[in-house]
């Protein structure tokens, strides 16, 4: 088995672990749920769901940057998505790594964020998945009009190649170009976007970052 699979299943546990259930997590807006499996589970009021979950490792901690990209790259690939970003990021006295991606749902992209830390000593997964609804594709169409404007690109294959790439520049499995990032995934346009999914993803990324620092982690 190569090594970067043994980082993504969950203990194979029908009930949720002790080291699940000690998580006190009382971050604003969440309720949590009936546990699902090995998953305790929460909501948010706008729909996003929030799960938590054992892993069997944390072979992340020592990990090199291109072994991150190719856990995350890979693991989306194995759900027909496509990556958007890895960060490894530094939370309490230790570091955590997260990734976003997301698969193409029709009409809509669901988009899924996933932070990794140790908490109470155990190596411990957060998943948040959010997707669009009621009107979709505005923040695509806002970015890609302005792209348009300001670099007039001279075909179709021009604009396509300014618009969707692996952020890593490595396209070896071949990710279907629907679902690969867009100009319009890049951060800097959450501020103008709000209430979009993966804005909303970000921002819990970054939230877990600050409770966990904050809870001790």
Known sequence: MPWWKKLLPFSKRSVVPDSVLQVAFDMPGWIEQQPSGQLRLWRAPHGSVLSLAMLDSDIWSAASEEELREIARRHAAGHQAGLIEVNRLPCGNQSAFCFIYKRLQMPAYV???MFFVRLHGHPLVWTIVDGESGMTGVREAVVMTELVKSTNPKSTEDLEKLWGEDPYDMTSLGVDSRVRRFTSDGEEYDGRFPDHPLTRIRRCLYELRTWITSFGG
Do not use: K, L, M, N
Request: glycine fraction near 34%; charge should be neutral.
């Open 111 to 113: 988009f899924t964020g």
